[in-house]
């Protein structure tokens, strides 16, 4: 891939990010899709690192979308497609990223213990990245399944921190 037409690709994705954020789910989705399209029509590109890192991206980005509109079976599906690329790819930051969308579909489909399962990968990627304050938000979600479950005890040493 030229840097050229990668830095195009990587420019799109922070559009789509920007609209996601901004709850411009559509839009998100048209440019995450377009970007997606895009790489794989260069077969050369698609089989590099980088090419991965934007593909990983992109299906992180449409995984998200799926996740806050309530698409729980689309966002698991987008997720498990993110895991394949990361590992591929080996790209933790993705897995890590994969990891925590699976648990939080998992915790609010009431899947806890699916949930705390997921969100312990994406805790221990975190980790192994030196990604703290990536680790310490995880933390957090599993700290308010505990809450949920009533172990309020648990739940707190998770809110805090100073588990695991």
């Not at 993110?82 to 648990?103: D, M, R, S, V």
């Not at 998992?106 to 899947?111: A, H, R, S, V, Y």
């Not at 806890?112 to 399962?117: C, G, I, P, V, Y």
């Amino acid at each position: 891939m030229m840097p050229q037409g990668q830095s195009h690709l990587e420019e799109q994705l922070k559009v789509a990010r920007e609209a996601k954020d901004k709850g411009s789910f559509a839009e998100a989705e048209q440019i995450t899709l377009e970007v997606l399209n895009a790489v794989a029509v260069k077969k050369e590109q698609s089989n590099t690192v980088e090419g991965g890192k934007i593909r990983s991206e992109a299906v992180f980005v449409l995984a998200e979308i799926e996740r806050l509109r309530g698409n729980h079976t689309d966002a698991l599906e987008y997720a498990d497609e993110l895991l394949n690329i990361a590992n591929n790819f080996q790209l933790l930051t993705y897995t890590a990223k994969a990891w925590n969308i699976k648990g939080l579909v998992q915790m609010k489909l009431g899947n806890f213990d699916k949930s705390l399962e997921y969100l312990s990968k994406a805790v221990s990627a975190h980790k192994d990245l030196k990604d703290e304050s990536g680790a310490g938000v995880i933390m957090g979600s599993i700290g308010n399944i505990y809450r949920n479950l009533g172990n309020y005890d648990l739940a707190l040493e998770y809110k805090i921190g100073r588990a695991h």
